[in-house]
């Protein structure tokens, strides 16, 4: 069911505002329910004084006119200077208790919008790997942007407008009652349901073009930020315009989607002036002839004038505020449709962290695949000694970057299990297990902030000298002093600023600074020149003595050392052995080794390199 669908009708909506409760009154908050108990007494404060004021009114004319011989209550308004004090007194009464009620209620909103905010940033990071590989990041942040506004403007508006509202119509309704006879009730109340009725149904047709419009505008969105990602890739194939036409395809969409919603407002507004309208003259005419026989006074027609003004005023805002209100909601409703997205991987209750004492990793018999109809791994074991290290090797597709991400647990193993020191990954907290392994990614993206900040985001409380040392380490620190702004360079969105292998080199800095036991490198050197990768694989080399290191690699020169090298083929192991045993084999590896022997001898043409790993 749509989103859209899921916020229509009276259930649904209920269902969305229950959620909304625990952000306005949160349990154990004391301070913040003081709060919103004392912004709704302000409210009412605030309408028993606007409710108030036609009665000055009405006695002042009535005393002025002669229509009556003055009373104690009249003589308090007798004279102008007191009509004009009584009046801005009240007037500025509501006005001044509206306000201390937006004051008050203004800490408890913005902590809702707060802690909604942080509840849902939190589970997005908790969602798995497979989600944020499907997403759509342009149209994930519309849905994030959009549902907190709309957490934000339900709070306010349904509880200082709606309800306020609801309570001033009824008083207005009953004092009719009361002051005048059924008839003039049974008008107001016909007025208020045709409106109520009219502007909800128009509504609901409006809000059907509006999740249209949201629609074009989150493909819109996607596609600009799909191709501002991949600019270079945009103009390496001179494909600017083939991109400005994908994306106005989306924008026309919207844009006949706006025209629809401003020709339907249009249609909203004049059929509600229409309804108030006649309400106002019905009265108004019933008034006048009370006047003209003498069951009412002047002093009454006006009360009734401003009575109906002070009805129009609220139900005009009625319709804005719940076109708006029927919006967030469906707005809220996608974002509760995320919080609702269950994590894939979850740690049990109670599990406890990781302690690694050798840094011995097993593969036990794991079987592992992202769509039930294409395996990827087959029964795959294989164990890594404390301190040893393994390398896997074999054509795309084979199932390498696999086994990386199954060992951080962005995945559970179909069947077999992961173990860590004997300890499956399963039984242990995920954030523990992740802190004692650091990689070194192929593809490396760094966040839009500085080269220092990069580097320390491994170890958020590393000093300065800790991070030129793993800089140092990584053979940048000389790349870096020789930036205006060294370590306060900001490397750009994704790190574009910096070649591949600055960016590498970043990577193995923050994981040398990081100081796991278990080190992952996927291809750490790919994206550097052959003098700068000895000069790396020297230092990758002595951070990796006493640790258990796992390398995915398509350059086998940089895995000779290797304690054990597997080779993989559909997910299964074809070979396996020390560099020596498999060129004596003469198998696969034999094979992939003089290929790329005779690439970097100058030989004769070889087959193009193997791409990344895409899965």
């Given at each position: 069911m749509a989103a859209g669908e899921q916020a229509s009708g009276v259930a649904p909506t209920f269902r969305i505002l229950a959620r909304v409760a625990p952000y306005l009154w949160p349990p154990g908050?004391?301070?913040?329910?003081?709060?919103?108990v004392t912004?709704?007494?302000?409210?009412?404060?605030?309408?028993?004084a606007t409710v108030t004021t036609p009665f000055f009114f009405k006695a002042a004319v009535d005393t002025l006119a002669g229509d009556k011989t003055p009373s104690w209550t009249d003589m308090l308004v007798i004279t102008p200077l007191a009509i004009v004090l009584g009046y801005g007194l009240f007037r500025l009464s509501g006005v001044v208790f509206q306000q201390l009620r937006d004051a008050v209620f203004s800490k408890v909103g913005q902590q809702a919008l707060r802690r909604v905010a942080?509840?849902?940033?939190?589970h997005i990071h908790a969602l798995s790997l497979r989600y944020h590989l499907e997403r759509r990041t342009g149209a994930l942040s519309r849905v994030i942007e959009r549902g907190v506004k709309a957490i934000d403007f339900v709070l306010r508006f349904l509880v200082f407008s709606i309800v306020p509202l609801m309570v001033e119509l009824a008083f207005v309704a009953a004092i009719f009652f009361a002051a005048f006879d059924?008839?003039?009730f049974a008008v107001v109340i016909a007025t208020i349901i045709a409106y109520v009725a009219f502007t909800f149904a128009i509504t609901e047709w409006r809000v059907k073009i509006r999740r249209r419009m949201n629609e074009q505008d989150m493909e819109a969105n996607q596609k600009a930020i799909d191709s501002l990602l991949n600019y270079e890739t945009v103009k390496y194939f001179a494909a600017e315009e083939r991109e400005t036409q994908r994306y106005d395809v989306s924008m026309r969409g919207y844009e006949k989607a706006v025209v629809q919603t401003q020709l339907t407002l249009a249609l909203l507004n004049?059929?509600?002036a229409l309804i108030i309208t006649i309400g106002l003259m019905s009265l108004m005419a019933m008034a006048a002839f009370g006047v003209m026989s003498g069951a009412l006074t002047v002093g009454d027609f006006v009360m009734v004038n401003a009575y109906m003004i002070q009805i129009t005023l609220p139900l005009g805002f009625l319709g804005t505020v719940y076109r708006e209100i029927?919006?967030?909601l469906i707005d809220m409703t996608d974002m509760f449709q995320l919080l609702d997205q269950p994590p894939e991987v979850t740690d049990k209750p109670g599990a406890p962290a990781l302690k690694v004492s050798e840094g011995r990793v097993s593969f036990d018999q794991v079987s592992f695949a992202y769509d039930p109809q294409r395996p990827i791994l087959d029964n795959l074991s294989f164990d890594v000694p404390g301190g040893g290290s393994l390398a896997l090797v074999g054509a795309s597709g084979a199932g390498k970057s696999t086994i990386g991400r199954l060992l951080f647990r962005f995945y559970?193993?179909?069947?077999?299990a992961i173990r860590i020191d004997g300890v499956d990954i399963r039984d242990i907290k995920q954030t523990s297990l992740r802190a004692q392994i650091g990689v070194v990614p192929q593809d490396t993206v760094l966040f839009n902030d500085s080269i220092g900040y990069n580097i320390g985001y491994?170890?958020?409380?590393?000093?300065?000298?800790?991070?030129?040392?793993?800089?140092r380490a990584a053979q940048i620190e000389a790349f870096i002093d020789s930036l205006p702004e060294g370590y306060g360079t900001v490397v750009g969105e994704r790190g574009l600023k910096l070649s591949g292998g600055e960016k590498q080199r970043v990577a193995i800095a923050r994981t040398i600074l990081k100081n796991p036991p278990i080190l992952m490198l996927d291809e750490a050197t790919s994206a550097l020149d052959s003098a700068t990768e000895r000069e790396i694989q020297a230092s990758l080399k002595r951070i990796s003595e006493n640790r258990t290191v796992l390398s995915i690699a398509h350059r086998l020169s940089t895995i000779v050392d290797a304690d054990e090298i597997l080779v993989l083929e559909a997910g299964r192991v074809i070979e396996r052995g020390g560099h020596s045993r498999l060129l004596a084999m003469n198998g696969r590896y034999a094979e992939m080794w003089r290929r790329q022997d005779g690439e970097q001898d100058g030989g004769s043409p070889a087959p193009e390199p193997m791409p990344a790993e895409t899965v």
């Open positions: 908050e004391t301070g913040v329910k003081v709060r919103v912004a709704l007494l302000l409210l009412l404060l605030a309408k028993a942080l509840e849902t940033f939190r059924w008839r003039y004049t059929g509600q029927r919006q967030a559970d193993v179909s069947s077999g491994a170890k958020p409380d590393a000093t300065q000298a800790d991070i030129a040392a793993a800089a």
